[in-house]
């Protein structure tokens, strides 16, 4: 998975303090986020401060949903990411909506943790909390995946929780089958906000330690400039055929074959010709192979008795790969170091886009334990998702070998044009040279100068199209831009769609399993660039409305 320690923690520093008028909630914008100079501009947009305070005292039963309001915005503005940040302000400018489901919950989640850190000022607190988990909640309510458990876990998932329950794993979460998505885990009870799903001691997580203290460390430490990444595959691609190995009972879990997109097959990959993970997945195939062609056979030759060339062919490389880009996760160490990990039992937990976990990534150095407490409740039966981090369909195919079942506001279609030079424009977060598309569904606004589109390309088109116009008004010069800006998205846009090809002509009747996703990947892209068509379409109708209206203005003087 990916960096779940980047994506996961939180880049305020949140802070309940307390001076003689009283004891308030600070949520700060940390100094080290990259993106603090375009989040300070939003928030003083919004009105806020670089460090306001809400004050307890203040929040009284009726006044709880006004101040709760605010800190969540502030909150939710200072979580978001590059990708949101692009869109987001399209949303928030015009009704105050969400940003996006993740975004939304880390909001609230962050909230919600300053609250436990306070003693006094315990009424307020608890209305505070109170309230958040009532959203979240709710928030929970209209996000939840109906799993279907197609089978219950099998010998291999029960002996492998066996022998990590031996060595203290405590877990809430049952492991079985569920349908489209090999094993998950399901909640054995209800769980709240704030319990822990899972806390898997340190004792039994695959690390480079395991290199370390190996036999192989030493020739590894020869090869010139390899990764840690790169030692842990070829251990792994040994200890799952050692019967000795302490975590023998993890590599017996593990599927024959991972599926992802690495493994897809010809016919596939020419499915995926012309949509964007098309050149992903072959630059990332060809990487893998040059870099097992660098070690193999020459290792086996060298070393036959560490790297026994039957344990050492491409296509175990492969499975090795998918089973460190499907599996693993970065870890803080109680010892400080981020190392990359498998972790056996928290290695059944699926993904979505609106997950249940969101806050892992560092082992508690009191308990020498991982938690994955919970952000959102997860109601017994129900499936409890982990966030992989902030992943595109194009990344979870290549990589995860699926496709999530629900909108992903990380599916973006780059677009690259070089920012004019007099586009800076007063919008703090609009100078960028890297513009973006995505699905016009996650926008609130679709109305005249905005139709569902981001912003900021929208800014850039009209800034290189006319430059120094006065963007947004009902002036006739403006609205002939406009048209032009809307027919230029059109025209890029639908070229994209053209090349993707009829939909009609795609070989739905085949039932392998590689091509059904691919497929399933481009009608995702051709939705996404239809979606971005029809704004245009039903944009250039409003604008040819005022435009007329404007010139029967004109013409009565
Ligand atoms: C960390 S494992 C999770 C456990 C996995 N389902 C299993 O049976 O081992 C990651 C893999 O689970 C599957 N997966 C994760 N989330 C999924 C989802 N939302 N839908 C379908 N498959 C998913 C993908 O095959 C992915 O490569």
């Known amino acids: ?92 400018d015009t009704k105050g909506e969400l940003f996006g489901p993740c975004n939304d919950l880390k909001g609230a989640a ?165 949509t964007l993970v098309s050149d992903e997945l072959f630059q990332a195939k060809e990487h893998l192979r040059s870099e097992y062609d660098e070690l193999f056979p020459a290792l086996s030759i060298s070393y036959p008795d560490s790297f026994s060339p039957e344990y050492y062919t491409w296509e175990q490389y492969l499975w090795a790969c998918e089973l460190w880009y499907s599996n693993s996760m970065k870890i803080v160490f109680p010892d400080g170091k981020l190392k990359t990990c498998l972790i056996p039992v928290a290695g059944f937990l699926n993904h979505s886009v609106c997950p249940h976990i969101l806050h892992y990534g560092r082992a508690d150095a009191e308990t020498n334990t991982l938690k994955f407490p919970l952000s959102r409740p997860c109601k017994k039966g129900e499936q409890c998702y982990l966030s992989y981090g902030n992943l595109s369909s194009a990344h979870l195919l290549t990589f995860y070998g699926f496709l999530p079942q629900e909108p992903n506001p990380f599916d973006i279609i780059p677009l690259d044009i070089e920012a004019a030079p007099d586009c800076s424009s007063e919008e703090g977060y609009l100078d960028t040279a890297t513009h973006m598309v995505r699905g016009t569904w996650f926008s609130a606004n679709q109305d005249m100068f905005h139709y569902g589109l981001p912003l900021p390309l929208l800014e850039h088109l009209r800034s290189a199209t006319n430059p120094g116009l006065k963007t947004m008004t009902l002036l006739q010069e403006n609205l002939e831009n406009e048209v032009t800006v809307l027919d230029n998205i059109h025209a890029i846009f639908g070229n994209m769609l053209d090349k993707l090809g009829d939909s009609n002509m795609d070989d739905r009747k085949n039932e392998k399993w590689d091509v059904k996703l691919a497929i399933k990947y481009k009608d995702l892209q051709r939705s996404i660039l239809s979606s971005i068509l029809t704004a245009c379409y039903t944009g250039r109708v409003m604008v040819l409305d005022a435009l007329e209206k404007c010139l029967a203005e004109d013409v009565r003087g």
């Open 1 to 92: 998975m990916e960096d779940s320690i980047e994506d996961h923690k939180p880049s305020t520093s949140s802070n309940v303090g307390k001076i003689n008028d009283g004891c308030f909630l600070v949520l700060k914008l940390s100094e080290d986020d990259p993106l603090s100079e375009k989040k300070m501009k939003l928030l003083r947009d919004k009105g806020f401060g670089p460090s306001d305070r809400v004050y307890l005292h203040d929040i009284s039963a009726p006044d709880v949903n006004a101040k709760l309001d605010a800190l969540l915005e502030r909150a939710r503005i200072i979580h978001l990411n590059d990708v949101e940040l692009y869109f987001g302000p399209m949303n928030v």
């Open 110 to 274: 962050q909230v919600d943790i300053c609250s436990e850190e306070n003693k006094g000022y315990i009424d307020s607190l608890k209305s505070l909390r109170d309230e958040i988990v009532k959203r979240i909640h709710n928030f929970g309510e209209k996000n939840t995946l109906k799993t279907k458990m197609v089978k219950e876990a099998s010998d291999s998932e029960n002996h492998l929780v066996q022998w990590a329950e031996n060595s203290g794993l405590k877990s809430k979460l049952q492991i079985a089958y569920v349908e489209g998505a090999g094993r998950g885990a399901l909640a054995a009870e209800d769980l709240g906000v704030g319990d822990i799903a899972l806390e898997i001691p340190v004792s039994v997580i695959i690390s480079e330690d395991l290199v370390y203290e190996s036999d192989m460390a030493q020739i590894l430490e020869k090869i010139d400039g390899i990764s840690t990444e790169t030692k842990l595959l070829l251990w792994s691609m040994r200890e799952r055929h050692n019967i000795d190995s302490n975590y023998k009972l993890y590599f017996d879990s593990l599927p024959e074959q991972f599926n992802t997109g690495l493994s897809f097959g010809l016919e596939a990959l020419m499915a995926l010709d012309e």
